[in-house]
């Protein structure tokens, strides 16, 4: 089966340092890879997809700089999150497309930012 | 543009009980529809998909059914377990004129023992 493999889980930073996260995908090729933020309220802001070969698209209010993403190949992707600061926490979730199963995104366990 | 609107933020059942989620959107394609779930501590889930208008999916005794006509795609369950207790998105896939995927609000299902 399709599997996402997210980490760290929980990484809790001081204010202004960064962190890295990466996404493996396990038993499929990952053409695209989109990154999400899920707020305590539980609501999903797209970041960016990513597809392997093609330019990065970033959502509005995220940016390359803050959020710079590597998809170097068909089964890996990282995002690190630059000078964190306490808008950034929430959950973390990358959301790997299948490219053998149409539109059906695969998401990780999601890597959870706390930032002090 | 695209858009999805669920309307219950919680919904409390006792076991047994059926369970009805609704979901509209709004798009001017084709595009397959989902329903991920997402149990505490983890990422959301696929629960199930609808790749055709008029076509129902299901799974795990959860079933909803991709209705044009309508513009809805309500989750339903004849009888919940309290296992099934989890945040439920009904989600609208990318088609040729958007390559986003876009969540509603997501639905927490509360089952009482």
């Known amino acids: 089966g399709a599997l996402v493999y997210q980490y760290p889980r929980r990484t809790i930073c001081k204010s202004g340092t960064s962190m890295r996260m990466e996404c493996q995908a396990v038993g499929f090729q990952a053409t695209s890879v989109a990154w999400y933020r899920q707020s305590p309220q539980k609501t999903f802001e797209l970041i960016a997809l990513?597809?392997?070969?093609?330019?990065?698209?970033?959502e509005q209010n995220f940016t390359q700089e803050k959020f710079p993403i590597s998809h170097p190949n068909l089964s890996f992707s990282s995002m690190t999150v630059l000078n964190a600061y306490l808008e950034d926490r929430g959950l973390y979730l990358c959301?790997?497309?299948?490219?053998?199963?149409?539109?059906?995104?695969?998401f990780g366990e999601g890597s959870r930012l706390i930032v002090v | 543009g695209n858009s999805v609107t669920q309307m219950q933020g919680q919904v409390t059942l006792s076991e047994e009980e059926f369970l009805f989620i609704n979901c509209t959107y709004s798009?001017?394609?084709?595009?397959?529809l989902f329903w991920y779930v997402q149990y505490p501590g983890e990422g959301p889930q696929l629960l199930l998909k609808?790749?055709?208008?008029?076509n129902k999916g299901s799974s795990r005794g959860f079933e909803a059914t991709y209705d044009k006509g309508t513009t809805s795609f309500h989750l339903q369950k004849a009888s919940v377990q309290e296992s099934d207790s989890a945040v439920y998105y009904c989600?609208?896939?990318?088609?040729?004129?958007?390559?986003?995927?876009?969540f509603g609000k997501g639905t927490h299902l509360h089952v009482l023992p």
């Open positions: 609808v790749t055709t208008a008029n």
């Open positions: 959301g790997a497309r299948d490219r053998d199963s149409g539109n059906t995104l695969y």
């Open positions: 798009t001017t394609g084709y595009p397959t």
């Open positions: 989600v609208l896939g990318p088609d040729t004129n958007a390559y986003k995927v876009i």
């Open positions: 990513s597809t392997v070969n093609s330019a990065i698209k970033y």
